[in-house]
């Protein structure tokens, strides 16, 4: 089978930004398994300080503190993902070890950034400038719309969709989503990924979708779907099993994920990418940066005489 590496840089990141997605595509093609493939790609995605996982991800709006959420789930039906974990240049590989090297499925905060340091990943600071400025805009819009209080403890804003809706209309800046990929391998496996440093609107200690298996990310034997966007939207949808699930049935990955697209509200970025056996598709109600990178099967060389 071709083997193929799709990525995308986040729901809502500048389009100028697709030669970061290229590059973590083709550098994704280098490996030889899925998984391999997918996580390749998934730390070059976490390198660029454009894109909002690992290095350059979103403080939460403590503005002390940058959490990561990660996982990544393989057409086995293996999985390892980390939420709320600090001070980690590849929070993917902490999640790969996760699926690796333990029983669970999900670590969290503390223990997550524990296990990282008994595993061997180092401290390391993803704070960017850029994306502490941000920060400091975000929370200047809060207070001024009188959505949340100084010291952003809680919110004030009800739980109101349509008034959390407005919250991704506050910034026209907004730096973009978590980061993913989707791979298939040439023995025919999938894996997909996503990392993220979670919401430019966030209280520590939030979990948003990329680290819940069937949310932000599903794998299986039909196929691969990584998704980007407004997590709580994404969970609620259980989006990634749902997009699988229609993949699984037959229906094509480009009609699947238009499908699923249409049914988000347009205020909430969404993107969504697939790969299946003989189809990979992607799309997204905003700007999104995708790379695509594929080795098509050399034929044999006719036989002479
Ligand atoms: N999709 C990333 C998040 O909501 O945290």
Same mark, same amino acid.
């Given at each position: 089978?071709?083997?193929?590496?799709?990525? +995308?840089?986040?729901?809502?990141?500048?389009?100028? =930004? #697709?030669?970061?997605?290229?590059? =973590?595509? +083709?550098?994704?093609?280098?490996?030889?398994?899925? %998984?391999?493939?997918?996580?390749?790609?998934?730390?070059?995605?976490?390198?660029?300080?454009?894109?909002?996982?690992?290095?350059?991800?979103?403080? *939460?709006?403590?503005?002390?503190?940058?959490? %990561?959420?990660?996982? $990544?789930?393989?057409?086995?039906?293996?999985?390892? =993902?980390?939420?709320?974990?600090?001070?980690?240049?590849?929070?993917?590989?902490?999640?790969?070890?996760?699926?690796?090297?333990?029983?669970? %499925?999900?670590?969290?905060?503390?223990?997550?950034?524990?296990?990282?340091?008994?595993?061997?990943? /180092?401290?390391?600071? /993803?704070?960017? #400038?850029?994306? *502490?400025?941000?920060?400091? *805009?975000?929370?200047?819009?809060?207070?001024? &719309?009188?959505?949340?209080?100084?010291?952003?403890?809680?919110?004030?804003?009800?739980?109101?969709?349509?008034?959390? #809706?407005?919250?991704?209309?506050?910034?026209?800046?907004? /730096?973009?989503?978590? $980061?993913?990929?989707?791979? &298939?391998?040439?023995?025919?496996?999938?894996?997909?990924?996503?990392?993220?440093?979670?919401?430019?609107?966030?209280?520590?200690?939030?979990?948003?979708?990329?680290?819940?298996?069937?949310?932000? $990310?599903?794998?299986?034997?039909?196929?691969?779907?990584?998704?980007?966007?407004?997590?709580?939207?994404?969970? *609620?949808?259980?989006?990634? #099993?749902?997009?699988?699930?229609?993949?699984?049935?037959?229906?094509?990955?480009?009609?699947? @994920?238009?499908?699923? %697209?249409?049914?988000?509200?347009?205020? @909430?970025?969404?993107? @969504?990418?697939? $790969?299946?056996?003989?189809? +990979? =598709? +992607?799309?997204?109600?905003?700007?999104?940066?995708?790379?695509?990178?594929?080795?098509?099967?050399?034929?044999?060389?006719?036989?002479?005489?």
């Amino acid at each position: 089978m071709e083997p193929i590496v799709l990525t +995308h840089g986040g729901a809502g990141a500048p389009a100028s =930004a #697709k030669d970061g997605a290229d590059a =973590a595509a +083709h550098r994704g093609l280098e490996e030889g398994d899925a %998984l391999a493939m997918a996580l390749a790609a998934t730390c070059v995605l976490e390198d660029d300080p454009r894109f909002n996982a690992g290095t350059g991800a979103n403080y *939460r709006l403590d503005g002390e503190t940058i959490e %990561l959420d990660a996982s $990544v789930m393989t057409s086995d039906g293996r999985s390892g =993902a980390v939420a709320c974990l600090e001070r980690v240049q590849h929070p993917i590989l902490v999640a790969a070890r996760v699926r690796e090297r333990t029983p669970h %499925l999900l670590i969290a905060g503390g223990g997550a950034t524990a296990f990282a340091r008994r595993q061997g990943f /180092p401290d390391y600071d /993803p704070g960017t #400038k850029e994306r *502490r400025s941000h920060l400091e *805009r975000a929370r200047a819009l809060l207070l001024q &719309r009188r959505f949340a209080e100084p010291g952003f403890e809680a919110w004030q804003i009800l739980a109101e969709r349509d008034e959390v #809706k407005a919250l991704w209309n506050f910034s026209t800046d907004y /730096p973009g989503d978590t $980061v993913g990929a989707v791979t &298939r391998d040439e023995s025919g496996a999938f894996a997909a990924t996503a990392s993220t440093g979670g919401t430019l609107f966030t209280l520590r200690g939030r979990v948003g979708d990329s680290p819940l298996i069937g949310c932000g $990310v599903f794998a299986g034997p039909r196929g691969a779907v990584a998704c980007t966007g407004a997590g709580e939207e994404i969970v *609620r949808r259980f989006l990634a #099993k749902t997009v699988y699930d229609a993949l699984a049935r037959g229906n094509g990955a480009r009609a699947t @994920i238009d499908a699923a %697209l249409a049914e988000i509200p347009a205020a @909430i970025p969404m993107g @969504i990418l697939a $790969v299946t056996s003989t189809e +990979h =598709a +992607h799309g997204c109600n905003r700007e999104m940066p995708v790379g695509v990178a594929a080795r098509p099967k050399v034929a044999p060389a006719p036989r002479r005489g």
